[in-house]
Nanobody, 124 residues
Framework: QLQLVESGGGLVQPGGSLRLSCAAS????????IGWFRQAPGKEREGVSC????????NYADSVKGRFTISRDNAKNTVYLQMNSLKPEDTAVYYC?????????????????WGKGTLVTVSS
């Protein structure tokens, strides 16, 4: 069974950094695109970033471009989200997800497999 597990969340001050990890089990990540999504209290879930199966194709939401970097290490079956220059508005539960395909999607409804999420809180 395809499972995704996020880790790396926590409390960080504005301007700080965190690296989130998305570890896969039950399948090999090599052939799948992985997306990062987030959901803030009272808001809809939104796409943050996505990386294609090869790692050569990446996409970012405008709100995180230049601050977040997505990468993958297929040997470790893990996708990462490096988050720099964090802002209070980045506070949310962050999820990784897969549609089961090799191409990126930013729409939550396109995802079939979800992790349980990791909380990121940006506050002084």
């Amino acid at each position: 069974q395809l499972q995704l597990v996020e880790s790396g969340g926590g409390l960080v001050q504005p301007g700080g950094s965190l690296r989130l990890s998305c570890a896969a089990s039950g399948f090999t990540l090599d052939y799948y695109a992985i997306g990062w999504f987030r959901q803030a209290p009272g808001k809809e879930r939104e796409g943050v970033s996505c990386i294609g199966s090869s790692g050569h194709s990446t996409n970012y939401a405008d709100s995180v471009k230049g601050r977040f970097t997505i990468s993958r290490d297929n040997a470790k079956n893990t996708v990462y989200l490096q988050m720099n220059s964090l802002k209070p508005e980045d506070t949310a539960v962050y999820y990784c997800a897969s549609s089961g395909g090799s191409s990126c999607h930013f729409a939550p409804y396109a995802m079939d497999y979800w992790g349980k999420g990791t909380l990121v809180t940006v506050s002084s």
